[in-house]
């Protein structure tokens, strides 16, 4: 358990790389000929997993403290491969590993084994290989070798398993046609894109509905500088236009990243926000209820509230059914442990009404889910007393320095 005390926040906080460019880089590492390094990685669970799996696909890894040096090989040392916690992972390995003519299985821990994978197993099974999940769950079998051709394939509960067939597409017999029908989070495809593209493999994206993969192209080694994370940002922008004044540093408004939307947000509620070089100011500010769309950014949501229990009025946030299948059931968790703090949020289909009000002191539930944990924490800044966290050690999913990047700014 973690106690947060009402305080203000001053200074500067440098973001670590986002996991989501980390995983993909080392997928595609993993998987060119040659020497990759990838400076400044982040060290969170979710990206360990990925290197580990790395390792176990046959990868030779040097890790030192801000480099990353991976000579890609392909050929798995085990049969059975864990992904750990990360959602990520699994649906960009299963169908990597689709491709290979021997049987695999792959595992995970703790959420991921209540999350879906049935979307893998219909995808991959169209391109010719043999995939099977355990009842819609881990864990899951594949056998190939990916013959590739066309898949069908609905985008509107994840956008992960597209990433995951793009990232296997080069390496099927064939070229690749990907028809996707109603995609949501399509800032996630564009990095998928990008750092396939650093990595010498192009796609053909036409409106997100058709991808294109043509057969033949070789991932080629590639020196990256991940950038830093805008989903774990979103907590210390929030935290400093609700309660202080912070530089929030290694972020940039170039970033495909989805959760760079945290800075339309943040202005729609009126907070005062400034881009510098690579590093924004945030700086509190009276703030106004406001309407905004998440539903291709669904990782905000919980920052997102805890900016609106800050403003005065209702806020309304769209985009609530993405949020079923993430760590945790992120809807549900939101309203019942807002509703311990006296934040009232009321869940109406895709639509989540939060009613600004100085949130009281109580215990809140992280569920073991990272973005819950933060989300408690930002809210106590404005508390009128302190909240208690359960499990905080979550934060290492995504955010491993979370505790101490806090503890460096608050005012005691
Ligand atoms: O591709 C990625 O890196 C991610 C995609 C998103 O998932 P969905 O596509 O399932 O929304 C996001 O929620 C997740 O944290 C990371
Ligand atoms: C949902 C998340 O990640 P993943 O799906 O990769 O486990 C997240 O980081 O909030």
């Known amino acids: 358990m973690k106690e947060v005390r009402p305080s203000e926040v001053k200074g500067t906080v440098c973001i670590p790389a986002s996991k989501s460019v980390v995983q993909r880089a080392v997928a595609a590492a993993m998987l060119a000929r040659g020497t990759s390094i990838i400076h400044n990685p982040s060290t969170c669970n979710d990206c360990l997993a990925a290197l580990n799996m790395a390792r176990q696909l046959g990868a030779t890894v040097v890790e030192e403290p801000n480099r990353w040096t991976i000579t890609g090989d392909f050929r798995p040392s085990s049969t059975e491969l864990s992904c750990g916690e990360a959602g990520l992972s699994i649906r960009m390995f299963t169908p990597i ?21 049935g979307g893998l197993e219909e995808a991959i099974n169209q391109l010719g290989a043999t995939c099977q999940t355990t009842n819609g769950l881990l864990p899951i079998t594949v056998q190939g070798p990916m013959m590739g051709g066309t898949a069908n394939i609905d985008g509107s509960l994840s956008s992960q398993i597209l990433t995951g067939l793009l990232m296997a597409a080069p390496l099927a017999k064939q070229d690749v046609t990907l028809n996707v029908a109603n995609l949501k989070s399509r800032p996630y495809i564009d990095i998928t894109i990008e750092v396939m593209l ?40 929030v935290a400093g236009v609700i309660a202080g004044k912070l530089r929030v540093e290694n972020i940039s408004s170039a970033s495909k990243q989805a959760d760079k939307e945290i800075v339309t947000a943040i202005k729609l509620a009126g907070g005062r926000i400034t881009e510098g070089n690579g590093f924004f100011e945030v700086e509190k500010s009276p703030l106004k209820a406001f309407s905004f769309d998440a539903t291709n950014c669904p990782d905000l949501f919980p920052p997102l509230a805890v900016l609106a229990a800050a403003c005065k009025g209702t806020t309304l946030l769209k985009g609530v059914s993405r949020l079923t299948h993430k760590e945790s059931n992120r809807a549900m968790a939101i309203q019942n442990e807002f509703a311990k703090a006296g934040i009232s949020v009321v869940i109406e289909g895709d639509e989540m009404y939060i009613k600004g009000a100085t949130p009281k002191s109580c215990t809140m539930e992280s569920y073991n889910d990272h973005r819950m944990a ?3 924490a930002t809210l106590a800044l404005i508390a009128s007393g302190q909240i208690g966290i359960t499990t905080p050690e979550c934060v290492a999913k995504s955010y491993p320095e979370f505790w101490e990047h806090l503890e460096n700014v608050l005012e005691h």
């Open 97 to 117: 590993v689709s491709t290979l003519a021997t049987k695999q299985t792959l595992t995970g821990h703790g959420s991921l084994t209540t999350r879906p994978m």
């Open 198 to 237: 650093q990595f010498g493999v192009e796609v053909e994206n036409n409106s997100y509905q058709h991808f294109r993969v043509k057969a033949n192209q070789q991932y080629k080694p590639y020196e990256l500088r991940a950038e830093g994370d805008w989903s774990g940002a979103a907590f210390f922008l």
């Open 374 to 376: 933060m989300a408690a």
